[in-house]
Nanobody, 124 residues
Framework: QVQLVESGGGLVQAGGSLRLSCAAS????????MGWFRQAPGKEREFVVA???????YASDSVKGRFTISKDDAKNMVYLQMNSLKPEDTAVYYC??????????????????WGQGTQVTVSS
């Protein structure tokens, strides 16, 4: 069992930056692929970025070049640095952990554990 808690969301103007954090507890953190997803009102949850057990990263086309995922295995932490934010980035952002053998794991059903989410609102 893995427990995930996100923090760092908030309100920011377009063009600004935010850094989300995800604290993990429970089973060995480094055994999982870690990902960030987001869900806007009335839309399905969508993949944003993921980081492999070895530290390789993969980002969706919509955030590539603007968002960066990183992790600190010693601290059981995952981070999402979001730059050049746009109003369409507004959503609840979720941290998730996957036992999947294959990277990147981009589908919701590939993830076994989820945080409660943190709201990110980008004003125009």
């Amino acid at each position: 069992q893995v427990q995930l808690v996100e923090s760092g969301g908030g309100l920011v103007q377009a063009g600004g930056s935010l850094r989300l954090s995800c604290a993990a507890s429970g089973r060995t953190f480094s055994n999982y692929i870690m990902g960030w997803f987001r869900q806007a009102p009335g839309k399905e949850r969508e993949f944003v970025v993921a980081i492999s057990r070895s530290g390789s990263t993969y980002a969706s086309d919509s955030v590539k070049g603007r968002f960066t995922i990183s992790k600190d295995d010693a601290k059981n932490m995952v981070y999402l640095q979001m730059n050049s934010l746009k109003p369409e980035d507004t959503a609840v952002y979720y941290c998730a952990a996957s036992n999947s053998y294959y990277f990147p794991a981009q589908r919701v059903r590939e993830y076994d554990y989820w945080g409660q989410g943190t709201q990110v609102t980008v004003s125009s």
